[in-house]
């Protein structure tokens, strides 16, 4: 009952809901790429614990291309009793004619007239409208940009302003908010399977063959009283494209050139990498293509990183089988 109700996700965009408190200079607390595959690196095993610990491993990677992202909008919200509320908006004065498929866009409009109206001392938060530029990307298959909220976090609030009235109507790179060797939490909408049986969704057991008819459903749906039937009796139902978040991912590389990781013949069904990419340890939730959300992790203080991870090759070789 952990992920339940195990329903379709609202948007391919993952909504992020929860932010940490950070301490240090401003900055952006959330980024956006998309998911080109999968390859292998070498890297020197920095865990001291373990039983390779100083020696050569090989460790799966996932590549994200990570375009940069523009801001179009500075969103303050203060406290009231029915939590956070818009206190106001002040938005850039040039945006992408693409992002006029998303939204409407104002034909005239003054930031500077926004900004003055507005009052820093009532503002208890600070954070920013970014949008993608999926156009910069070869293996993306839209025009239309993905906008989402960032939290400007660090620093106090009249900080947090200046840095996103600094920012406003311009690029942000994937630099702005993290860098090797750091920890950040993955969120991403997974795999979509479709409307599945309960075995496969929620792995019960295949009944006898001496059942009456069948043997991939539930053996019973529970007792006479309450007179319904309760949400735990497993079902079927949809399987997959459920927004998921895994924590405490390893950034083990940030590059500008994605020609270097590009493997040869291209990702398979994603094609070349032409923009500045990261290397994730592990796998990222999310078929290729997928929009993938990074933020600074929730749970940051469970581990201790000892050393900065160490590569010494990345696999270039084909994806397509030959």
Same mark, same amino acid.
């Given at each position: 009952?952990?992920?339940?109700? @195990?329903? @379709?996700?609202?948007?391919?965009?993952?909504?992020?809901?929860?932010?940490?408190?950070?301490?240090?200079?401003?900055?952006?607390?959330?980024?956006?790429?998309?998911?080109?595959?999968?390859?292998?690196?070498?890297? =020197?095993?920095?865990?001291?614990?373990?039983?390779?610990?100083?020696?050569?491993?090989?460790?799966? =990677?996932?590549?994200?291309?990570?375009?940069?992202? @523009?801001?179009?909008?500075?969103?303050?919200? /203060?406290?009231?009793?029915?939590?956070?509320?818009?206190?106001?908006? =002040?938005?850039?004065?040039?945006?992408?004619?693409?992002?006029?498929? #998303?939204?409407?866009?104002?034909?005239?409009?003054?930031?500077?007239?926004?900004?003055? #109206?507005?009052?820093?001392?009532?503002?208890?938060?600070?954070?920013?409208?970014?949008?993608?530029?999926?156009?910069?990307?070869?293996?993306?298959?839209?025009?239309?940009?993905?906008?989402?909220?960032?939290?400007?976090?660090?620093?106090?609030?009249?900080?947090?302003?200046?840095?996103?009235?600094?920012?406003?109507?311009?690029?942000?790179?994937?630099?702005?908010?993290?860098?090797?060797?750091?920890?950040?939490?993955?969120?991403?909408?997974?795999?979509?399977?479709?409307?599945?049986?309960?075995?496969?969704?929620?792995?019960?057991?295949?009944?006898?063959?001496?059942?009456?008819?069948? @043997?991939?459903?539930?053996?019973?749906?529970?007792?006479?009283?309450?007179?319904? *039937? /309760?949400? *735990?009796?497993?079902?079927?139902?949809?399987?997959?494209?459920?927004?998921?978040?895994?924590?405490?991912?390893?950034?083990?590389?940030?590059?500008?050139?994605?020609?270097?990781?590009?493997?040869?013949?291209?990702?398979?069904?994603?094609?070349?990498?032409?923009?500045?990419?990261?290397?994730?340890?592990?796998?990222?939730?999310?078929?290729?293509?997928?929009?993938?959300?990074? /933020?600074?992790?929730?749970?940051?203080? /469970?581990?201790?990183? =000892?050393?900065?991870?160490?590569?010494?090759?990345?696999?270039?070789?084909?994806?397509?089988?030959?």
């Amino acid at each position: 009952m952990a992920y339940s109700p @195990r329903k @379709r996700a609202r948007k391919e965009v993952p909504h992020l809901a929860s932010w940490p408190e950070i301490s240090g200079g401003s900055k952006l607390q959330s980024f956006a790429g998309y998911k080109a595959g999968m390859t292998h690196v070498l890297m =020197v095993d920095f865990n001291p614990h373990s039983t390779t610990a100083g020696q050569e491993i090989q460790v799966p =990677v996932t590549v994200i291309e990570t375009p940069p992202m @523009r801001v179009a909008a500075v969103r303050l919200y /203060r406290e009231s009793a029915q939590g956070l509320r818009v206190y106001g908006e =002040v938005w850039a004065k040039s945006l992408d004619r693409e992002l006029a498929g #998303r939204l409407p866009l104002p034909k005239r409009y003054d930031p500077t007239a926004a900004w003055a #109206r507005l009052n820093l001392a009532d503002v208890d938060e600070v954070r920013i409208l970014t949008y993608t530029q999926p156009k910069l990307v070869r293996g993306i298959p839209k025009k239309e940009p993905d906008l989402m909220e960032t939290r400007i976090g660090g620093g106090t609030i009249e900080e947090r302003a200046e840095y996103a009235k600094a920012i406003l109507g311009k690029e942000v790179t994937f630099s702005d908010f993290a860098g090797e060797g750091q920890l950040v939490d993955v969120v991403a909408i997974t795999k979509g399977k479709g409307f599945q049986g309960a075995v496969k969704r929620w792995g019960i057991k295949i009944l006898s063959h001496k059942d009456s008819k069948i @043997r991939r459903r539930v053996g019973t749906l529970g007792t006479f009283t309450p007179g319904y *039937t /309760r949400p *735990t009796v497993p079902q079927a139902g949809q399987v997959g494209y459920h927004q998921r978040t895994e924590y405490n991912k390893l950034i083990l590389k940030v590059g500008e050139d994605g020609a270097e990781i590009t493997p040869d013949g291209g990702f398979l069904r994603y094609g070349e990498v032409r923009n500045s990419y990261l290397l994730i340890k592990g796998s990222v939730p999310g078929p290729c293509k997928r929009l993938v959300r990074f /933020r600074d992790p929730m749970r940051a203080d /469970r581990v201790k990183l =000892v050393e900065q991870p160490e590569l010494t090759y990345v696999s270039l070789t084909s994806k397509q089988g030959a």
